[in-house]
């Protein structure tokens, strides 16, 4: 079983940036699509990004489309998050973890991590 570590939230004006950063474990690591996440006060889980185990194909909702861009290191077994032009709505904890697929993106394979918490001010 992969865990996953995440960290990299904080408070942000908005219009400011944040990299956050997920931190796996295990030797399979490169061999997984990996993908971000995000729960926002009172509402449900929600796909936000996902990166292919190849790191060639890329996906993004349509509401961080632009702004967002996802990567990966597999040397290190992590996989981040750059955040630009942040906004109030972006305001969550967001989650890393594998989609079981890169067409079933909101199933996804391991455990949950604790999250980071990013808060955007207005």
């Known amino acids: 079983q992969v865990q996953l570590v995440e960290s990299g939230g904080g408070l942000v004006q908005a219009g400011g940036s944040l990299r956050l950063s997920c931190a796996a474990s295990g030797r399979t690591f490169s061999t997984y699509d990996m993908g971000w996440y995000r729960q926002a006060p009172g509402k449900g889980r929600e796909f936000v990004a996902s990166?292919?185990?190849?790191?060639?194909?890329?996906y993004y909702a349509n509401s961080v489309k632009g702004r967002f861009t996802i990567s990966r290191d597999d040397a290190n077994n992590t996989v981040c998050l750059q955040m630009n032009s942040l906004k109030p709505e972006d305001t969550a904890i967001y989650y890393c973890n594998a989609p079981i697929s890169a067409t079933v993106r909101n199933l996804v394979k391991f455990n949950w991590g604790q999250g980071t918490r990013v808060t955007v001010s207005s």
């Open positions: 990166i292919s185990w190849s790191g060639g194909t890329t």
